[in-house]
Antibody
């Protein structure tokens, strides 16, 4: 069974930083590209970033470029998202999602990030 | 970047059939797989269609996906509606530099 479990969310002040983690199990993690997707309260899904299976390339949504850094550790079956210079509008549930054929196929349950003073 | 446009909401009665559209603003709909996700309130999304028209195991065959080259759009059709189908539905596709989600469609079954 594919399992993705996010952690690291919480309350942070504007301008602060936070690091999210995603622990993967039930599949060969090193064979799959991985995504972060977020959802602001009451809003739709917004793609954040993708990292290739071997970390050879990373993609970011325009509004996250220069502030967020995606990374992975295949030896630990883990995905990460380093979020810097956080803004109030970064408040959202952040989902870790495995990629298949151009889009997510399995999703974690999400971790809530709240940016507020 | 391109956009995916969905209707904000649709409603239909139990037992009927509903279709949700997803129109791509630029780039080919056929050349880039479309996925569809169901999200119930307070829950994470789950995949109901991948690669335009493929169903994951466990998704009933009442759910089907299709694409229309002439309108550069994709559609999700749900037949024999059940009250449990009431949820938000999101389409998704990609290009060489991004993944994009549609704005979501709220399906009401009443």
């Amino acid at each position: 069974e594919v399992l993705l479990e996010e952690s690291g969310g919480g309350l942070v002040k504007p301008g602060g930083s936070l690091r999210l983690s995603c622990a993967a199990s039930g599949f060969t993690f090193s064979s799959y590209n991985m995504n972060w997707v977020r959802q602001a309260p009451g809003k739709g899904l917004e793609w954040v970033s993708l990292i290739s299976s071997s970390s050879s390339y990373m993609l970011y949504a325009d509004s996250m470029k220069g502030r967020f850094i995606i990374s992975r550790d295949n030896a630990k079956n883990s995905l990460y998202l380093q979020m810097n210079s956080l803004r109030v509008d970064d408040t959202a549930v952040y989902y870790c999602a495995r990629e298949r054929a151009g889009g997510p196929d399995f999703w974690g349950q999400g971790t809530l990030v709240t940016v507020s003073s | 970047n391109f956009m995916l446009t969905q209707p904000h909401s649709v409603s239909e009665s139990p037992g009927k059939t509903v279709t949700i559209s997803c129109t791509r603003s630029s780039g080919s709909i056929v050349g880039n797989n479309v996925q569809w996700y169901q999200q119930r309130p307070g829950r994470a999304p789950t995949t109901v269609i991948f690669e335009h028209n493929q169903r994951p195991s466990g998704v009933p065959d009442r759910f089907s996906g299709s694409i229309d080259i002439s309108s550069n759009s994709a559609s999700l059709t749900i037949a024999g509606l059940k009250t449990e189908d009431e949820a938000d539905y999101f389409c998704q596709s990609f290009d060489s530099t991004s993944r994009v989600f549609g704005g979501g469609t709220k399906l009401t079954v009443l």
